[in-house]
Nanobody, 125 residues
Framework: QVHLEESGGGLMQPGDSLRLFCEAS????????IGWFRQVPGKEREGVAC???????FKAEFVKGRLTTSRDNAKDTLTIEINNLKPTDTAVYYC???????????????????WGQGTQVTVSS
């Protein structure tokens, strides 16, 4: 059974840095891209960033210039850091895995095979 254990998030201030950590179990992560999505009430879930098993990174326009990622294939983990947080970054953030064979679409929630439980991130002064 696939399990994605998430940590990070909470109440942040504008300009802060956010670190989100995800550990995968119950699957062979080498066969998957792993990434983060986010969702606000009334809007569709959107991809933030994902990393293929060979390290290829895909990221959303809204985090370009603000994002650092680290995928550890030995530990089956993905860490992302978003700098210079904005109130518009407020959302529930979800870790997710999608098949490596469709890595070019790993930011598309349609291709996700498993989701984490979600962690709330609130950016407010």
């Amino acid at each position: 059974q696939v399990h994605l254990e998430e940590s990070g998030g909470g109440l942040m201030q504008p300009g802060d840095s956010l670190r989100l950590f995800c550990e995968a179990s119950g699957l062979i992560l080498d066969n998957f891209a792993i990434g983060w999505f986010r969702q606000v009430p009334g809007k569709e879930r959107e991809g933030v960033a994902c990393v293929g098993s060979r390290g290829k990174l895909f990221k959303a326009e809204f985090v370009k210039g603000r994002l650092t990622t680290s995928r550890d294939n030995a530990k089956d983990t993905l860490t992302i850091e978003i700098n210079n947080l904005k109130p518009t970054d407020t959302a529930v953030y979800y870790c997710a895995v999608s098949p490596q064979i469709s890595v070019d679409r790993c930011l598309n929630p349609t291709y996700v095979q498993a989701w984490g439980q979600g962690t709330q991130v609130t950016v407010s002064s």
